[in-house]
């Protein structure tokens, strides 16, 4: 520990710590902010893989929880038929509710669960519905059950839609799930409209489950009155959210197809076209990339068609056809919404496969504006998982301004084994500034196991704003285990008082 100390003193006096000039501009934006959003990057990516995964797993519909607008994470049911025929079928009594669909709910057999489930929904009365609702409330909550019960409260206010949003909207004591309330309004509107809307709107208090519901039904069976309606909407938030219901109503019922005529017909000034355009492309994007592609080819000149629809849609037809994804981005390079980001999303697909065609792909970018360090930083930090040694390799024919943030990329991409094996190469590396980006990603990725090594490596970064950082980000977390020895150690290091303090308030 005393070494340490000793050390840290020596290489801050040095290298005259404030001294120095910071390096050039281009280089300083990688530093920290771009080893954070990496981390961030690298944990979307590996929640929409578990996404993926999962919708993969289940099929069905959906109503997104108006709770989580705009996010992933909908919904998902375990079949379609919602909309049963109850014709020719008498209402099922209590004592036989209560007899098949406690064990239903319970039953590991998901197909006969939901077909037994499926049936009973399809006899449910105002009167049978609260023997159902009693199974529901004392059977333990769960993935499949909680969707069931939404199916239930969906079929509950199809029937009988004042009782369903009473029980769930003035019951303190009510049997509650996620979106549960926007599935009985959706139930609600299906059967009778006029109630689910002089109910919805005449609340002194805005709620905005209730008009995802109201909105939703109301698209299932009138989808332009549902659209007309929400166009006459003043309030700015409400209206926005939706449009996007709105959009996935029309992508359900019309197709993405039909979605992506309907975007061409709407009023190109009207303030939440934009919305419209971001739920329709959205919902696209899974379904049919490759529609999506040629629409969006036939219409470049869209303003309302943004980078991440470029990137989204080519991420996606990058996951089947890399080399398909690839030409249809080499036919709008021209376009300002295609950049290295968007560019970058191939390049890192590309790489699983065939990090040979990948590279070879991005340095014939060599000239174009999408050659940039976003592409660059994409390629090397997915080919580092795959191949570390290759990667940098690779990197080190990089213009320096490249290597840096790119370098930096494929450091903070390694996995624990290879950074252990990379380390002293690391620590020995120049100290010219040309290799800020990898101490300050090998300084970040051991600021937990080890940080009175890593914050070594930041003090070496010649880079003052980016070595700045990246010392008070580590010194926090070695404050909080020996807060004595940091405070004797913060007149001495070299850091501004702003950045001791905020280290002392731990800000």
């Known amino acids: 520990m005393g070494t340490f100390w000793v050390v840290t003193l020596g290489v801050a006096f040095y290298f005259g710590f404030l001294s120095r000039d910071p390096i050039a501009p281009e280089y300083q934006e990688m530093l920290y902010e771009q080893l954070m959003e990496e981390a961030e990057e690298r944990e979307r990516l590996k929640k929409e893989r578990m996404e993926e995964e999962e919708v993969a797993a289940i099929h069905g519909m959906s109503i997104p929880d108006s709770a989580g607008y705009g996010q992933a994470g909908a919904i998902q049911l375990d079949f379609q038929n919602i909309e049963l025929e109850n014709q020719n079928k008498e209402p099922l009594t209590g004592d036989r509710i209560r007899e098949i669909l406690g064990p239903a709910l319970v039953s590991s057999d998901l197909v006969g669960r939901n077909a037994v489930i499926a049936d009973m929904l399809s006899r449910l009365t105002p009167e049978n519905a609260l023997h159902a609702l009693n199974v529901f409330e004392n059977t333990p909550s769960s993935y499949h059950t909680d969707n069931n019960y939404r199916l239930f409260l969906h079929a509950w206010a199809k029937v009988d839609g004042a009782s369903a949003l009473a029980y769930i909207m003035d019951n303190p004591d009510a049997h509650r799930v996620e979106g549960g309330h926007v599935w009985a309004m959706s139930g609600w509107t299906a059967s009778d409209p006029q109630a689910a809307y002089d109910f919805v709107t005449s609340r002194e208090k805005k709620d905005y489950g209730l008009y995802h519901g109201l909105v939703k039904g ?44 309907w975007l061409g017909q709407l009023n190109k000034k009207d303030g939440f076209t934009q919305a419209a355009y971001n739920s329709v492309v959205r919902r696209a994007v899974p379904r049919s990339s490759n529609s999506l592609a040629e629409w969006i080819s036939r219409n470049p000149n869209d303003k309302h068609i943004q980078p991440w629809m470029f990137k989204e849609t080519a991420r996606k037809i990058a996951s089947r056809d890399p080399g398909l994804a690839a030409s249809w981005l080499e036919s709008h390079l021209g376009n300002k919404s295609v950049n290295g980001d968007v560019v970058g999303q191939v390049a890192s697909s590309w790489v699983e496969s065939d990090p040979a065609a990948a590279a070879n792909w ?55 084994e290879e950074l252990g094996r990379n380390a002293q190469w690391i620590k020995e590396s120049s100290t010219d500034g040309s290799n800020d980006g990898v101490r300050a990603a090998y300084a970040m990725r051991m600021a937990d196991e080890d940080p009175y090594s890593a914050i070594e490596q930041a003090l070496l970064m010649k880079d003052a704003l980016g070595r700045e950082k990246i010392t008070v980000h580590i010194a926090k977390k070695l404050y909080k285990r020996e807060p004595q020895r940091i405070r004797e150690w913060l007149p001495q290091s070299g850091l501004s008082l702003p950045s001791q303090q905020r280290i002392l308030r731990n800000q």
């Open 218 to 261: 109301w698209g299932r069976i009138d989808l332009d009155g549902a659209h007309e309606f929400v166009a006459t909407i003043k309030d700015k938030n409400l209206r926005g959210r939706m449009t996007d219901v709105i959009g996935e109503s029309v992508v359900e019922k019309r197709g993405v197809q039909g979605a992506l005529e």
């Open 362 to 416: 991005v340095t014939s970018l060599k000239g174009t504006k999408v050659y940039d360090k976003e592409l660059t930083k994409k390629l090397g930090g997915t080919w580092a998982r795959k191949d570390p040694a290759a990667a940098l390799e690779w990197a080190q024919t990089l213009d320096p301004k490249l290597w840096v943030p790119t370098s930096a990329s494929i450091v903070g991409n390694l996995s624990r």
